[in-house]
């Protein structure tokens, strides 16, 4: 078994031992270097891997995040309109009341009792899906703690002070008074 090829090239003088010796020496360079650049090539491999599954993994969380907040979103408009169902004024009326949503001036027809009641704040206009509602004032606060942009009018039931220099102090604007 000790016939290996260095054995028989050395036996009929082909090569001297120091050539074999180099030989088998860049034989073993060469396995060495060809193992290196495979390790190198697959800790490359293992690095792509890794930075794609880093970017996939911040995708995914995106994604779930902004699934919880169209989710937080819609259970926020289901409460609105549980509060609006729950307590919706009728509105009908022969009065009008006029409102501005997004610097456009609405319309209402509304009963004297309503325009008292939105007047004085104990009553207030919420937007839900474009349609304009009216709710106690405090159903109204309900839902401007869920969402703000839905409270359209609210008047706030404080009364300023009068000026004491008002030359018009002592004639009170009347309640019935209509425009």
């Known amino acids: 078994?000790?016939?290996s090829f260095k054995d028989q090239f050395l036996k009929k003088g082909?090569?001297?031992k120091k050539q074999a010796n180099k030989a088998i020496n860049e034989k073993h360079v060469s396995r060495s270097k060809k193992r290196n650049k495979k390790t190198?090539?697959?800790?490359?491999i293992q690095r792509k891997l890794q930075l794609a599954h880093n970017e996939q993994s911040a995708?995914?969380?995106?994604?779930?995040?902004?699934?919880?907040e169209v989710a937080k979103e819609k259970e926020v408009q289901g409460r609105i309109r549980q509060i609006i169902k729950q307590n919706l004024i009728e509105i009908e009326g022969d009065n009008s009341f006029h409102f501005v949503d997004n610097k456009k001036i609405k319309k209402f027809y509304v009963s004297k009792q309503i325009v008292g009641g939105l007047g004085n704040g104990k009553m207030a206009i919420v937007?839900?899906?474009?349609?304009?509602?009216?709710?106690?004032?405090?159903?109204?606060?309900?839902?401007?703690?869920?969402?703000a942009e839905s409270l359209?009018?609210?008047n706030s039931s404080v009364i300023k002070e009068l000026d004491p220099d008002d030359p018009y102090a002592e004639f009170p604007i009347p309640d019935?008074?209509?425009w």
């Open 1 to 3: 078994m000790g016939n």
């Open 14 to 16: 082909l090569v001297t």
């Open 40 to 44: 190198r090539e697959d800790d490359e």
């Open 59 to 68: 995708r995914n969380r995106e994604l779930n995040r902004q699934r919880n």
């Open 127 to 147: 937007k839900q899906d474009e349609q304009y509602f009216v709710v106690p004032a405090k159903a109204a606060r309900q839902i401007q703690e869920r969402k």
């Open 152 to 154: 359209i009018l609210l």
């Open 176 to 178: 019935d008074l209509e």
